[in-house]
T-cell receptor, first 110, second 115 residues
Framework: GENVEQHPSTLSVQEGDSAVIKCTYS??????FPWYKQELGKRPQLIID?????GEKKDQRIAVTLNKTAKHFSLHITETQPEDSAVYFC?????????FGTGTQLKVEL | DTAVSQTPKYLVTQMGNDKSIKCEQN?????MYWYKQDSKKFLKIMFS???????INETVPNRFSPKSPDKAHLNLHINSLELGDSAVYFC??????????????FGDGTRLSIL
């Protein structure tokens, strides 16, 4: 089955800096890669996703890149703000089954 | 209006009891899921139903039994609760698309605590 590894597990940045979270997946047939943000005590919320026929996607301060050959994908957050503090999950799917990474606790410090 | 709603939000019960969690979605999606999030925040798929048909059944003890009376509802019944069942259970839904996988929308979760 699919295996998704996510790094780092914790990330502290100063407000205004950029944050990068990286994931790798094992199943070359995976073709959909969403990213979720989960605030403390809340539900996971989709923030951006990318499909295997696209190498990069951007939405305001958030961007995701995908390298299918290396089976890597990354989340980039620019100009971080305190409200970006949360746990971020990457995921990979083939069909309807989403396999999640282990999460990254992002802390944006003032 | 809440798109994916779960009840109850909190469930505290004794070991050995049987309990149910309910989920409803008003997004018109045809696929629903149950996930378990443990104390380390790891999110893992348990079950998935598409139009009332079971399509994903991960390695979950048979004490857990999902039921989907229609495509807008997916319930989870748990028999003989154990300490290790303590977790947050999330329901999610998505729409099967011809263009490939579609985003999954999560409910607010049910926090289950076993005493």
């Amino acid at each position: 089955g699919e295996n998704v590894e996510q790094h780092p597990s914790t990330l502290s940045v100063q407000e205004g800096d950029s944050a990068v979270i990286k994931c790798t997946y094992s199943d070359s047939a995976s073709n959909y890669f969403p990213w979720y943000k989960q605030e403390l005590g809340k539900r996971p919320q989709l923030i951006i996703d990318i499909r295997s026929n696209v190498g990069e996607k951007k939405d305001q301060r958030i961007a995701v890149t995908l390298n299918k050959t290396a089976k890597h994908f990354s989340l980039h957050i620019t100009e971080t703000q305190p409200e970006d503090s949360a746990v971020y999950f990457c995921a990979a799917s083939r069909g309807n089954k989403l396999t999640f990474g282990t999460g990254t606790q992002l802390k944006v410090e003032l | 209006d809440t798109a994916v709603s779960q009840t109850p939000k909190y469930l505290v019960t004794q070991m050995g009891n049987d309990k149910s969690i309910k989920c409803e979605q008003n997004l018109g999606h045809d696929t629903m899921y149950w996930y378990k999030q443990d104390s380390k925040k790891f999110l893992k798929i348990m079950f998935s139903y598409n139009n009332k048909e079971l399509i994903i059944n991960e390695t979950v003890p048979n004490r857990f039994s999902p039921k989907s009376p229609d495509k807008a509802h997916l319930n989870l019944h748990i028999n003989s609760l154990e300490l290790g069942d303590s977790a947050v259970y999330f329901c999610a839904s998505s729409q099967t698309g011809t263009g490939g996988n579609q985003p999954q929308h999560f409910g607010d979760g049910t926090r289950l605590s076993i005493l």
